[in-house]
């Protein structure tokens, strides 16, 4: 549904919708006032009401399931949507290219403050990534849908009083990818600013859950995903601060995406991979894969 109105409900995801009759370019002197650039095409958006996410103090749990709910319904309203010109979309922003985007950036995090240890830590969880990810039967197995791809709390509005999401904004990053990548990357974010990470993860799988039900699989490499997208970040901002150091907008996600890394670095992830079938009352049928400690790998962590 698209509209401007501040109200929501678990059934209603509102998005921008575009005004087709605004299209068009500003002036070359407005232009240039604005990006230095001779001319920019623009687009007009219907609003939504509400605030940003990514700048509430406090999300509760209720909140974050919401926020599941609110996604799951936009993954099923997308699941027929004709993928044939997405599928052709390379982007690096498509959480299946993020192993060879975090390898090819991994250098710039060399050069922040205490580089070594956030080296260290990329390099833990992408091991970690491997070693789920090689356990699934195959890839092609894990199901594909055009999705939303950049569901962080920057692009979700909720309402005023931060009980519910009201919209989700920016489809600028829309891709034919693995449709649990969509999941992962919201969940990313969700364990932003957590006293425990996961406990955000899990209530963010929850409301999906209950709406667009997950497979055994999906849930597997949910978690090892999501680590993956916090290293993509912080590694592109790291990257993107060399090439424009005064940009504030890199760092948004930097400092609590290094900060969750760190909380994360000494969990079992196959413990936090139960927690989260634990959550979604699924039985995995198996134990999980993983090592003790993402960083040490049990022989005592770097951290301490």
């Given at each position: ?10 059934s209603t995801i509102y998005i921008q919708k575009l005004r087709a009759d605004a299209l068009g370019y500003l ?143 920016d489809f600028g990053d829309l891709v034919y990818s693995k449709l649990i990548n969509n999941l992962a990357v ?119």
């Amino acid at each position: 549904s698209s509209s401007s109105s501040s109200s929501s409900s678990s059934s209603t995801i509102y998005i921008q919708k575009l005004r087709a009759d605004a299209l068009g370019y500003l002036n070359n002197e407005t232009a240039k006032q604005m990006i230095g650039f001779d001319h920019l095409m623009v687009r007009l958006v219907t609003f939504i009401d509400g605030q940003i996410m990514g700048k509430l103090s406090y999300k509760s749990p209720a909140l974050l399931r919401d926020l599941g709910a609110k996604l799951a319904l936009m993954d099923k309203s997308l699941q027929d949507f004709p993928h044939n010109d997405m599928a052709k979309r390379n982007l690096k922003w498509d959480l299946s290219n993020a192993e060879k985007e975090i390898t090819q950036k991994m250098a710039s995090v060399a050069d922040l403050q205490g580089g070594a240890r956030k080296t260290k830590l990329i390099r833990a969880f992408l091991a970690t990534y491997r070693e789920f990810a090689k356990n699934l039967h195959t890839s092609s197995e894990l199901r594909c849908a055009t999705i939303h791809n950049d569901a962080n709390d920057y692009n979700v509005i909720v309402t005023s009083d931060g009980t519910q999401v009201a919209g989700i904004i920016d489809f600028g990053d829309l891709v034919y990818s693995k449709l649990i990548n969509n999941l992962a990357v919201c969940c990313a974010y969700a364990m932003f600013d957590q006293k425990d990470p996961v406990s955000g993860l899990v209530e963010v799988a929850r409301g999906y859950h209950a709406v667009y039900p997950l497979q055994k699989m999906e849930i597997e490499i949910l978690f090892p995903l999501a680590c993956l997208r916090i290293c993509h970040s912080v590694c592109a901002s790291a990257y993107e601060a060399t090439i424009d150091p005064d940009n504030p907008y890199i760092l948004v996600s930097a400092r609590p995406g290094w900060a969750c890394l760190e909380q994360l670095s000494c969990m079992d992830p196959s413990k936090a991979i139960d927690r989260v079938f634990t959550g979604l009352r699924v039985d995995d049928g198996k134990k999980s894969l993983g090592s003790s400690c993402q960083v040490c790998h049990g022989s005592g962590c770097v951290a301490s």
